[in-house]
């Protein structure tokens, strides 16, 4: 009996200790880059949908979105993306990588503001989801895009776009583990006093 019942408790630790091995590496750290934007007027002051993108870019990058997007990796933004007024509607995908990996960023919701210091720009800022196509868990991140009016090219703005992790609540491990202790205690208890 006894026999029985430390098998069981060791079945059930190597189980939970497998799912939580089991689990794909969060996509973690920063990015920045930047490129050229046609946009749908000729001033950002006014603008308000981003036609064609062109010589997109990373510029930098931290943490593991670093090996799955290097500095000078190309990048194919969606478009037209209709950015003004602010939005809740998701934009699947906004922009994705050139490389095999399919890292992605697709937006959930964002708050755009025009403003003006010395040139015209829009400011949007919102959330978005980061994901790829080699299974690692999607992570949520807060994003910055800016539209600039140009020094030169008045048929060409630039932009930058921005990404940091955002605060994520637990996606269900650690309920999932919780209840799978808790069965666990309860069949023991069972167990001991049966």
Do not use: C, E, H
Not at 156 to 169: G, I, L
């Amino acid at each position: 009996m006894k026999n029985r019942l430390i098998k069981t408790v060791g079945a059930i630790t190597a189980v939970m200790a497998l799912v939580q091995t089991l689990q794909a590496v969060p996509i973690t750290g920063n990015i920045g880059f930047s490129g050229n934007v046609v946009l749908n007027t000729g001033t950002a002051a006014s603008a308000t949908i981003a036609n064609s993108y062109s010589s997109v870019v990373v510029l930098s990058g931290s943490g593991y979105i670093s090996t799955l997007a290097p500095a000078l990796t190309p990048l194919t933004f969606t478009a037209p993306w209709t950015f003004y007024p602010s939005s809740s509607v998701a934009v699947t995908p906004l922009w994705t990588s050139t490389l095999a990996n399919g890292l992605t960023f697709s937006l959930s919701s964002w708050t755009a503001t025009r403003g003006n210091n010395g040139q015209a720009y829009v400011a949007i800022n919102g959330v978005g989801l980061m994901s790829d196509a080699i299974g690692d868990t999607s992570s949520y991140y807060n994003f910055s895009v800016t539209f600039q009016d140009p020094a030169s090219d008045p048929a060409r703005d630039t932009f930058t776009f921005s990404a940091s992790q955002a605060p994520v609540p637990d996606g269900g491990s650690t309920v999932m583990l919780l209840g799978a202790a808790l069965s666990a205690m309860g069949l023991l208890r069972k167990k001991l006093f049966a």
